[in-house]
């Protein structure tokens, strides 16, 4: 398994290089874990995607990402997999008033001056506009500390330092 994705990451980084593509990265490596990847590559990652929102803000991988220079991309900006916490939130809906804006508006744009990457998935032509329309406003500092009191835990929703967790997923997958 190990030389598994170390072929992999070998492999993005030659395209990397030659100029195939413009970015590599990767996905759910919490700070151990991807400060150790990040350490002994050549090429260090220039995204790591996250589960990320207003209730699952992984704060305690910032300072390690901004050790390499990479940037945390959201997965499930608005709550992910039918969460809808975010989207229902008082206080996100309380701060979007203010500016004319949906609760869901608020969480991409607490998301976005935070430095993180959030593509929100919609198949909804009329949300995929709004999602577009929170470059208008700016949070104020007491709204972003406010939001950031709304986070439940930083390890998103599945614990990868779990050997129950990864033993399933060696026997499951491989």
Not at 49 to 65: E, F, K, S, T, Y
Not at 86 to 96: F, M, N, P
Request: hydrophobic share 40%; proline share 2%.
């Amino acid at each position: 398994m190990y030389d598994s994705w170390r072929s992999s990451w070998r492999a993005m980084e030659k395209a990397y290089k030659e100029g195939k593509v413009r970015a590599i990265g990767v996905s759910n490596f919490q700070s151990a874990r991807f400060f150790d990847f990040a350490h002994y590559v050549d090429v260090k990652p220039m995204i790591n995607q996250l589960q990320c929102n207003a209730l699952i803000q992984q704060r305690g991988i910032d300072p390690v990402l901004d050790e390499f220079g990479t940037k945390m991309m959201a997965w499930g900006p608005l709550g992910g997999q039918g969460v809808d916490g975010v989207v229902k939130s008082s206080l996100l809906t309380a701060i979007g008033k203010k500016y004319g804006k949906s609760a869901a508006q608020v969480a991409l744009r607490w998301l976005t001056q935070r430095g993180i990457v959030a593509i929100p998935k919609s198949s909804h032509k009329e949300r995929m506009a709004q999602n577009f329309q929170v470059f208008d406003f700016t949070l104020t500092d007491e709204e972003m500390a406010q939001i950031a009191t709304l986070n439940q835990h930083d390890a998103g929703t599945v614990n990868f330092a779990d050997t129950n967790f990864v033993k399933y997923l060696i026997e499951t997958y491989g």
